[in-house]
């Protein structure tokens, strides 16, 4: 079965300061893979996905990237990390090439920035 | 642009009996999935239900099923015999189809319906 694994779970960081947040997915090949911000109170909002390595799509402009070095590996990134960025973060996943790909997502990430 | 609508920030239901949660959303396409996700205190997003636009069907999982009006653009979701485990967040979400350019989109999120079970 597929398993989906998010670290660290929970990261407090300066203003200021870099930021790497690691997805990895067991079980599958060649998922597409997706990147969600869940700020306080509210619906999850889409940062990036991916079909494949190296194949970054980024839906919002911020002061985050994504990176996909391996099939099974999402990175999420940051140089100087702002208090904006502070949230939940929740890697998810999803068969490709099929018509009906359901998304399954991880355990989260929780990101306060201070 | 696609938008999901979840007019209910929090409802309340006794245990074991029935509740519903309303979504609406907007779209021009005509190819498309919703689906309902549930985020306990946890955090974790699970799947809660699925439905094909393309299917006059209703979904339906265990205790868990929707009622679709495509032509209203609705999708509500039906508890039955509510659960003290049932207690959550419950979002609405949409995603293109792949017949409608959506072959890796992700999913767009209402605000979701915080669900109380009273015991």
């Known amino acids: 079965s597929q398993t989906i694994h998010q670290w660290p779970a929970t990261l407090v960081q300066p203003v200021g300061s870099p930021l790497s947040l690691e997805c990895t997915v067991e079980?599958?090949?060649?998922?597409?893979l997706y990147w969600y911000r869940q700020a306080a109170g509210r619906g999850l909002q889409l940062l990036f996905y991916s079909v494949g390595i190296g194949q970054i799509s980024s839906e919002v402009p911020q002061n985050l990237s994504a990176s996909r070095p391996q099939d099974r590996q999402f990175i999420l990134s940051s140089k100087k990390l702002l208090l904006s960025d502070s949230g939940f973060y929740l890697c998810a996943w999803s068969v490709s090439l099929r018509l009906s790909e359901t998304q399954y997502f991880g355990p989260g990430t929780r990101l306060l920035v201070l | 642009a696609q938008t999901v609508t979840q007019s209910q920030p929090e409802m309340s239901v006794q245990e074991a009996e029935t509740v519903t949660l309303s979504c609406t959303y907007d779209t021009s396409e005509s190819d498309y999935y919703l689906f309902w996700y549930k985020q306990p205190p946890s955090r974790q997003m699970i799947l809660v239900i699925r439905q094909e636009a393309y299917k006059q069907q209703n979904a339906t999982e265990n205790r868990f099923s929707v009622n679709f009006q495509k032509a209203a653009k609705s999708f509500s979701l039906k508890i039955s015999d509510s659960q003290l485990g049932d207690a959550a967040m419950y979002f609405c979400?949409?995603?293109?189809?792949?017949?409608?350019?959506?072959?890796?989109?992700?999913?767009?999120f209402g605000k979701g319906t915080h669900l109380i079970i009273q015991p």
């Open positions: 079980g599958t090949s060649n998922p597409n």
């Open positions: 979400a949409y995603r293109r189809g792949l017949y409608s350019g959506g072959g890796a989109d992700g999913l767009t």
